[in-house]
DNA sequence: GCCAACGTTGGC
DNA sequence: GCCAACGTTGGC
């Protein structure tokens, strides 16, 4: 089961709103390297969700459950479907991961404006981890 | 509000 | 095919 990490400003739609939909197709993504990893989502795999710009934390966790498929408002690119599973306890914040060297090769890091790529296990466990632990 | 990073477009 | 110009994203 590979992980991911999804972007999404808060004021166009935002963890809340999964929530409250209890599902929602991810589409919208118009970057190619966004669009590969979409494509090689398979149903089970989980992944953050991670609000941008105004918040700029990962603040909850999600699962793909339908692998991608073309978008019908715009045929050339994907969409998946996602579902919540839980909250983080707390948010963990971009300057945290940025501080923890740990997750220093983070694609989050490495190339900020990708909106969707993949997180190594060994980073998801990480940041899992300072989500059950009081900020420093 | 500014700017760096990155992608795309179009002139040559 | 190169690269300057431009647009967008997203952090600061």
Do not use: C
């Amino acid at each position: 089961m590979a992980h991911w990490l999804m972007k999404s400003e808060p004021e166009s739609y935002s963890w809340a709103d999964l929530e409250r939909d209890g599902a929602t197709e991810w589409d919208g993504v118009r970057n190619n390297a966004a669009r590969l990893h979409l494509r090689a989502m398979q149903p089970g795999d989980e992944a953050f969700f991670y609000h941008s710009m105004s918040d700029k934390a990962v603040v909850g966790v999600m699962r793909v459950t339908r692998a991608a498929e073309p978008d019908p408002k715009a045929p050339d690119w994907v969409r998946v479907r996602v579902e919540p599973i839980r909250k983080l306890a707390r948010p963990v914040t971009l300057a945290e991961i940025k501080a923890e060297p740990a997750l220093a090769k983070m694609e989050l890091i490495r190339q900020s404006r990708l909106s969707v790529a993949p997180v190594r296990d060994a980073e998801w466990v990480k940041v899992l981890k300072m989500a059950d632990h009081p900020r420093k």
